[in-house]
């Protein structure tokens, strides 16, 4: 069933088809742009005969995918049956989406299901409006946008937060099989650290921005909103004006003016750097001395520092504030990496521990 309501926008360079029909490629969105706007592609990597192979695609996509982008969709080249082919491409798109958001129940259960001929490389879109729906209905029309550079970064800005984490584990000499559950409880104490109330965030303009100049801001974890889900998170425009810190947007740190050519390249958006800092010089209403607990070890312990580095790379529309760009956006992405480190040092713990390297695709085609 054909639907006109609605129409399909794609913002990055031209889908590449290939003939080979058990090719499948994620459809990359994000919750900042109008429904139903493709601005990138992913080529999934994990696949076998029966499909994708998904607690591992997902890995790979949460490690790849800048937090502020969302996989929206799957296109599948096949020549069979359009709609049967376009429902295989919606259900392993939100199987994918359940994974990277560890839920059971997705929010936005609007899905794309695009089939592409392995001939004439015609693509045609379906949509898939809830889970429980059978009908897909074929979109049209499908517009190409002229600038997808422009699209994106016109109105968007990158967040960086560079973390560097030395984590003690002390563990009994006779029991080094323990070290693995105390390393994971110690993973988890820092994640929790990331949403305590005493915790700082130090927002300030790289220094790429420094011709306008702006005064960093601290803002505290009591201050931060995790309520809110991004696409529901309300966007405020040049005309608002607060006082308040957290209620301050992404373009306050952002260049005030570019030349044309500025604002067409990735390699060029604004980069606003979020520190974490740990406060402990807060005014407290009691004055106390300080203390000091002492827990004698029973047994033969020893100490391993597991030394690493978190490094998060987001994208934001200038119009967010800075509350929910921390909390939904860098907060999260600290914990995927976090969790993906304990899942690479785990097997290595009290041998040797690899080195991760983070690749990004900021837009277009992979």
């Known amino acids: 069933m054909e639907k006109n309501t609605r129409s399909i926008r794609i913002d990055c360079p031209k889908l590449l088809i290939t003939r080979n029909e058990s090719d499948l490629q994620w459809l990359i969105g994000s919750p900042f742009f109008p429904p139903l706007t493709i601005i990138s592609t992913f080529r999934c990597i994990h696949s076998n005969?029966?499909?994708?192979?998904?607690?591992?695609?997902?890995?790979?996509?949460?490690t790849l995918l800048l937090k502020g982008f969302d996989v929206i969709g799957a296109l599948i080249v096949g020549k069979s049956d359009p709609e049967k082919t376009a429902a295989r491409a919606v259900e392993a798109a939100r199987k994918l989406?359940?994974?990277?958001?560890?839920?059971?129940?997705?929010?936005?259960?609007?899905?794309?299901?695009?089939?592409?001929?392995?001939?004439?490389?015609?693509?045609?879109?379906?949509?898939?409006?809830?889970?429980?729906s059978t009908n897909f209905e074929l979109v049209n029309p499908v517009s190409y946008g002229d600038n997808?550079?422009?699209?994106?970064?016109?109105?968007?800005?990158?967040?960086?937060?560079?973390?560097?984490?030395?984590?003690?584990?002390?563990?009994?000499?006779?029991?080094?099989?323990?070290?693995?559950?105390?390393?994971?409880?110690?993973?988890?104490?820092?994640?929790?650290?990331?949403k305590d109330p005493n915790v700082v965030y130090l927002v300030k303009a790289s220094n790429r921005a420094s011709l306008d100049v702006v005064q960093p801001v601290i803002l505290r974890g009591s201050e931060l909103g995790f309520d809110a889900a991004v696409a529901n998170i309300e966007l405020l425009d040049e005309a608002a004006q607060n006082s308040e810190k957290k209620l301050l947007r992404c373009a306050h740190f952002c260049l005030k003016s570019k030349s044309t050519s500025q604002l067409l390249s990735a390699e060029n958006a604004d980069i606003i750097q979020i520190s974490v800092l740990l406060n402990r010089s807060e005014k407290s209403p009691k004055c106390s001395a300080p203390a000091v607990e002492y827990f004698p070890a029973m047994d033969e312990t020893r100490l391993l520092i597991v030394d690493f580095k978190l490094e998060v790379l987001c994208y934001a529309v200038q119009g967010i504030p800075l509350m929910h760009a921390i909390s939904k956006l860098i907060i999260p992405g600290l914990i995927d990496q976090l969790i993906s480190m304990k899942k690479m040092n785990l097997p290595y713990l009290l041998t040797q521990h690899p080195e991760v390297t983070f690749y990004i695709s900021l837009v277009g085609s992979l």
């Open 97 to 132: 989406k359940k994974l990277l958001t560890g839920t059971t129940k997705l929010e936005n259960e609007e899905t794309i299901g695009a089939v592409a001929d392995p001939d004439t490389g015609d693509i045609r879109f379906f949509l898939s409006e809830t889970e429980s």
């Open 148 to 194: 997808p550079e422009k699209f994106v970064w016109e109105s968007g800005c990158l967040l960086l937060c560079q973390l560097p984490i030395k984590l003690p584990v002390c563990y009994p000499a006779n029991k080094p099989s323990d070290a693995e559950s105390i390393f994971s409880r110690a993973i988890e104490a820092v994640i929790a650290k990331f």
């Open 49 to 62: 005969s029966s499909g994708p192979d998904f607690p591992k695609e997902s890995e790979e996509i949460r």
